[in-house]
């Protein structure tokens, strides 16, 4: 008999035990401030959880560790006062070592070894129950034979003239948890444990929809020819997680089958007018929802992209036709654009996803930097429900991260120095995240010690950033920025966590790169604010297209601070730079020609000037001609492409002609 295939299950397997860990730090971080007995029963069903799964699948490593931690919360249920810090370490410790087996099974890979692990939570389990903790059982899912459909005559009622003595029969109702991600698993493993004790009748839904994991409402009914009885049938069930034994009692005598209908007759209704012999629809399949791989959604927007360019190419082209002839093709390409455009926001809609994707881990990093520099950090997040593209959230985990080091590792101060400075022993850092129409907002602030403008300045001078007259032109806000400059810190020591400006301009690389900005506000002694303003999507994008020479290119709109007029001749100049006025200050003027490296264009008079950012503060971008705005389809750069400083990604107009989108700040940098 062949062994049943597995493997199709590890995707789901590795999504669900992901989860459940996830929600076991989560459930441990709460449980150090406050000791319910909820909250041991909640890790004590994820551990279960965990271990169930990893036993079906037979990773007996996984398996072994999760019943390791079941025992361990299990010791301290009846006695919270049993909940030292020694116990939450070592499960916070056994949660990591199970995340870094979930990935390595994953990658089929060997596990991590963990038998150093495995003693220290033995030991605690008997130093806090007084006996050794049990062996883990373990199902060896190669060596499960694919299960057979059952024989015609097993799965119709007994004859009338059938003999005496038959075992008693059962009707067995189960549920399975609507939060099960394998549910098929869970159905083979109650078919396999029920086959065992008898034999199975009338199964709803059929065997192959419950090895599909088809099945609404997660309801499983039979009937069961055993001897074992009802206590039999209990004990069987109960040993499967996620699954819950809804009933059990005696069948009913099963009726005769009703004759085949006549071949040809139509088809007979039932009693509520549904078809005999056809399935009714079931409420539950209505609105439910399915998985689908973040590769099949990326392969769709890239589709609807090509679409989107091929419409505009389509516009284009209408433009050369006879006059009589536009009209109609104008229509039709209006409604194509409409139903394209549709299309588009419906698969943005399905890769959007909650920032509570990323900000789910903060507080565990919270908490483990803020004890390795001995400091007492409360960490509060909100409007982690609003939902971003998944391309920028899976950008942002890193920068989100870093910053919250910096936060914990020089922003909060060490305990005695807030005591001086009268504020509350424990640092607060605050995560908020708002909506603003179509642009989502990432507020990280703290508490603390703040930045020192001129401490910014002086160490960005010193190391030959920035000149001294630029340096007195900036405002404090300017100079915050200058922290995003390699190297540039106002830290009095770099630790091996963090320090101000280690790694800062990775972030603001990171965030600019999904089209958004960073901005950094400060005061001495109140503390620092991070803020993030990012897009909702990096699919679509409004570029602002410029000429420069015989180039066209375009820049983002987002970027873009303001558009200004002046004659090249007549700019002032501070070292051959030419500067011109913006508000209440100078800006240094570069010429895009000339960052571009390409034949300006002879031009005297007046010429549009683009005022910008740049790592350095605000800069005016010369540029020969504006051609207008237009929302168009970005998509990445390939190789040798990809490391040209100053590009961040390519787009094709409805001409068909190619065009580069800049990263003004690298271009400026390089």
Do not use: W
């Not at 199964?203 to 929809?209: I, M, N, Q, V, Y």
């Not at 807030?418 to 708002?434: F, H, L, N």
């Amino acid at each position: 008999m062949a062994p049943m295939d597995m493997s199709k299950y590890l995707g789901l397997f590795v999504s669900e035990a992901s989860e459940h860990l996830e929600s076991l730090g989560r459930e441990l971080l709460a449980l150090e401030k406050e000791k319910t007995r909820d909250r041991v029963d909640a890790m004590f069903r994820h551990a279960h959880s965990v271990k169930g799964m990893a036993s079906s699948m037979g990773f007996e490593s996984i398996a072994v560790l999760a019943h390791r931690v079941e025992d361990l919360v299990d010791s301290v249920r009846g006695d919270l006062a049993l909940l030292s810090r020694e116990v939450v370490d070592a499960l916070f410790a056994a949660a990591d070592a199970l995340s870094a087996q979930v990935k390595a099974a994953a990658a089929g890979l060997p596990p991590p070894d963990s038998g150093k692990l495995l003693e220290i939570l033995n030991a605690q389990v008997a130093a806090l129950t007084g006996k050794a903790p049990d062996p883990t059982p373990v199902l060896d899912a190669t060596a499960l034979p694919a299960p057979r459909p059952p024989p015609p005559e097993a799965a119709t009622a007994p004859r009338p003239d059938a003999p005496l003595g038959l075992p008693p029969r059962f009707a067995v109702r189960v549920r399975i948890a609507h939060t099960c991600q394998v549910p098929g698993v869970r159905a083979f493993l109650v078919h396999k444990k029920l086959s065992g004790l008898g034999t199975i009748h009338d199964l709803k839904p059929a065997l192959e929809e419950l090895k599909a994991g088809r099945i609404p409402e997660g309801m499983i009914s039979l009937e069961l020819e055993a001897q074992a009885g009802e206590a039999g049938i209990q004990q069987a069930v109960k040993n499967i997680s996620e699954v819950e034994l809804v009933s059990v009692k005696p069948a009913p005598p099963p009726q005769p089958a009703a004759p085949p209908a006549p071949s040809g007759a139509a088809p007979v209704p039932g009693p509520t007018g549904s078809v005999v012999g056809e399935r009714p629809r079931d409420p539950a399949e209505v609105g439910r929802t399915v998985r689908v791989k973040t590769e099949l959604l990326d392969y769709f927007l890239d589709a609807v992209g090509e679409l989107m360019l091929a419409t505009a190419r389509i516009r284009e082209v209408g433009k050369v036709l006879p006059a009589p002839a536009r009209p109609p093709l104008e229509e039709a390409v209006y409604r194509l654009h409409a139903l394209v455009k549709d299309l588009h926001d419906k698969v943005m809609s399905v890769r959007m996803t909650p920032l509570s994707v990323i900000t789910d881990r903060l507080p565990r990093a919270s908490r483990d930097i803020a004890r390795r520099r001995f400091r007492d950090v409360e960490l509060v997040i909100t409007g982690a429900e609003i939902e971003l593209d998944r391309a920028i959230i899976d950008d942002l985990a890193d920068p989100l991260l870093h910053l919250l080091r910096n936060c914990i590792d020089h922003g909060i101060e060490p305990a005695e120095q807030r005591a001086e400075a009268k504020k509350p022993a424990a640092g607060r850092i605050q995560v908020a995240v708002r909506r603003q129409r179509d642009r989502v907002v990432i507020e990280l602030e703290d508490d603390g010690r703040g930045m020192d403008a001129q401490k910014l300045k002086d160490s960005a001078i010193a190391r030959g950033l920035l000149a001294a007259e630029a340096a007195q032109r900036m405002t404090d806000k300017e100079a915050y920025m200058l922290s995003c400059l390699p190297g540039v810190s106002t830290a009095a020591d770099v630790s091996e966590i963090s320090g101000r400006g280690v790694g800062m301009d990775a972030v603001k690389r990171a965030v600019e790169s999904v089209g958004g900005t960073l901005e950094i506000e400060s005061e001495r002694g109140r503390g620092t604010r991070f803020t993030l303003r990012l897009p909702l999507t990096v699919a679509v994008v409004n570029l602002l297209l410029v000429q420069s020479g015989a180039e066209i290119v375009g820049l983002p709109i987002g970027k873009v601070l303001a558009v200004l007029e002046a004659d090249h001749e007549a700019l002032s100049r501070s070292r051959e730079t030419p500067l011109i006025s913006h508000g209440n200050s100078l800006l240094p003027v570069h010429v895009l020609a000339e960052l571009l490296h390409v034949p300006p264009t002879p031009r005297k008079g007046v010429r549009p000037y683009l005022v910008m950012e740049s790592d350095t503060g605000k800069v005016a971008l010369a540029v020969d001609r504006l051609l207008g705005q237009e929302e168009v389809v970005l998509k990445a750069l390939s190789r040798p492409l990809d490391l040209v400083a100053g590009l961040s990604g390519v787009t094709i107009l409805g001409s068909g002609r190619p065009i580069f989108i800049l990263d003004v700040p690298r271009l400026i940098a390089a």
